[in-house]
């Protein structure tokens, strides 16, 4: 069976600093796979805070996941610092990718990268609806 690949675009212009508690260990001693999806979309959050927006606030509308993909490349542990980069990808006509490394601080060591893709959505209409142009705008003036 092939292995996921994910690319990623040589420069983020976002990134947050996120600290590892015990409670995003599990019973291996290591970052939980759960917990690191935890991890990614509280970046996310941030990365949508940083252009001024929230998940469903994005110029009237909002987003929806559509779905997820990560590597892992290392371990992580309790007490560690990582830096989450994200990035917005591959745009289509009702949503893109948000592309993410993640790496521990003080090393520079690779922990995981991935994406989540995205749609736009009218939750009032409860349908999915194309990127806004402001949005794609802001994302391409952050990049």
């Not at 292995?3 to 983020?12: A, E, K, M, Q, W």
């Not at 371990?75 to 948000?98: P, S, W």
Request: neutral net charge.
């Amino acid at each position: 069976m092939p292995r996921i690949s994910i690319d990623l675009p040589d420069v983020f212009r976002f990134s947050t600093e996120l600290q590892i508690y015990q409670s995003h260990i599990n019973e291996a001693g290591h970052l939980d796979n759960a917990q690191l999806l935890t991890l990614v979309s509280e970046a996310r959050q941030r990365f949508f805070g940083s252009l001024g927006y929230t998940q469903t606030r994005i110029e009237g509308v909002g987003t929806v996941i559509t779905d997820a993909a990560l590597q892992y490349l290392s371990e992580a542990f309790h007490g560690e610092t990582v830096v989450i980069e994200v990035g917005a990808h591959e745009f289509n006509k009702y949503g893109c990718d948000l592309v993410w490394r993640m790496r521990e601080k003080t090393s520079a060591r690779d922990v995981a990268r991935g994406k989540t893709g995205i749609v736009f959505f009218d939750y009032a209409l409860r349908k999915v609806v194309p990127v806004p142009a402001a949005f794609r705008e802001r994302v391409s003036a952050h990049a």
